[in-house]
């Protein structure tokens, strides 16, 4: 079976790295080809990263509270690159504050989102997701 291929990394101004290679190293022992394009990334660098790779999957992770801020658009950014039917992940402390979850979840699914994780997600989970995703 060849290898999925997901773009891994954190969005915009945000310099936590050490999520990012916990995720990386995680996901891919797990089988799949991880693209970690790292920190302080825009979403052009995930989508052209994606279009490059051919990638699957794009997995978005933002810890300093401003993942809606970054994440706006980037469904319509992937349709109009080309990327259809990409599956777009998000994680971590994606808003400021405390949010009702379930409203946060509900915002980002209507941004695009295919799967929406809080803070404390285990890797083991977006893994589960991913293979059931990918088929």
Known sequence: MEKKT???GVIG???HAVGNKILDYSLSDAGFNVVN????????DFINAAIETNADAIFVSSLYGHGEIDCR??????EES???DILLY???NI???KQD??????KFEDMGFDRVYPPGTTVETSIKDLQEDLG
Request: proline fraction near 3%.
């Open 95 to 97: 808003v400021v504050g």
């Open 6 to 8: 997901l773009v891994l």
């Open 73 to 78: 658009g980037m469904r319509q950014n992937c």
């Open 101 to 106: 979850w379930h409203e946060v979840k509900e």
């Open 37 to 44: 394009i790292g920190v302080l990334s825009p979403q052009e």
């Open 82 to 84: 080309g990327l259809k």
């Open 90 to 92: 998000v994680g971590g």
């Open 13 to 15: 101004s945000d310099c």
